[in-house]
């Protein structure tokens, strides 16, 4: 049995990580804590039998951790993950994992020395629409993939647990930026896996559609090239309508991601597959949590814990920092530095 702590018990921490926790037999969360002590009275209801720690600092201190997850908002990520693998913990940590690129490789070169397992959260890989259409290019259904085109349409931010009249994700010192960052990190990951290649160069413009007031953009139209495709990104806080939707070209037909449908146009008869549920249904997704853990603790006895996954978190972080120096300069192409697929 494994022991664990949550580092920040938020909307994220509560209704996604604690179930697929809950779930498990080999699992035990003992320790929870959170900056605002509001957040306790959740605690018996969700985490029945964990302890109560008033700070991260407390909570380290906890005897017999195997564990943190990480759920606190991104500024706090990487002290956060320095502390616990300074303590001997492996650590789960929420997306994205690090603000900036010069953040990353002290901390994976941290958790090798220590011989710890850091990982984190690439949920959206498990999502039953996101992972056909994975197996349908694997399968070579649609050829070569020659374009990607996404769309994630929301009408505001995902609300944020007991603050209901502040929400962090509008600060830029504890978000680190907008929907780019928020929504941004899980479409790179799925969209590099589906074209298997190391991207090249970013272009991006970064607006505020409709928030004026707001000092992070609300919108993001990312163009990411590679080696003979590209990736087309509309990513928004401002749309009228809550909508996920893809398309994928390839030199044999077309995939078509209707936010719960596969839709496959090729050689053959057009194809559908049911995907349930949407993309765009809630924030949280506890359903697609179980294989997160499962990848999580199976990286505890892996000859080389976590490199995949801190592949793609490099990745991520590389191609952020790249979009943002680019609609820095008017949209022009950014190369994307230091990733290898």
Known sequence: MLRGAIIGFGNVAVHGHVPGWRRRRDVEIVAVTDTRPAQRALLEAHVPGAAWRASAEALLAEPALDFVDICAPPSSHAPLIRAALERGLHVLCEKPLVSAPGELAPLAGLASAKGRVLHTVHNWHH???????????????????????????????????????????????IAGGGVLTDHGWHVFYVVQRWIGEAPRTVSARL??????????????????????TAAEIFLTWAADARRNWA????????????????????????????????????????EWFDVVADEFLSALAAPVPGADNLAEASLCVALEHAARASSRVGGRAVPVAGVAV
């Open 127 to 173: 999502a039953p629409i996101v992972r056909q259409t994975r197996e349908l290019v694997g399968q070579g259904r649609i050829g070569r993939v020659t374009r990607v085109v996404w769309e994630t349409l929301r009408t505001r931010p995902a609300a944020t647990s007991g603050d209901e009249d502040r929400n962090w994700r509008l600060d830029p010192a």
């Open 247 to 286: 398309q994928l070209t390839g030199t044999e037909g077309t995939l078509e991601l209707r936010d719960d449908t596969i839709v496959l146009r090729g050689k053959r008869a057009e194809e559908r597959w049911p995907c349930p549920p949407p993309l765009s249904d809630g924030s949280q997704h506890p």
């Open 207 to 228: 607006e505020t559609r409709r928030h004026a007031q707001w000092p992070v953009e609300d919108t993001a139209t990312v163009r990411i090239a590679f080696d003979g």
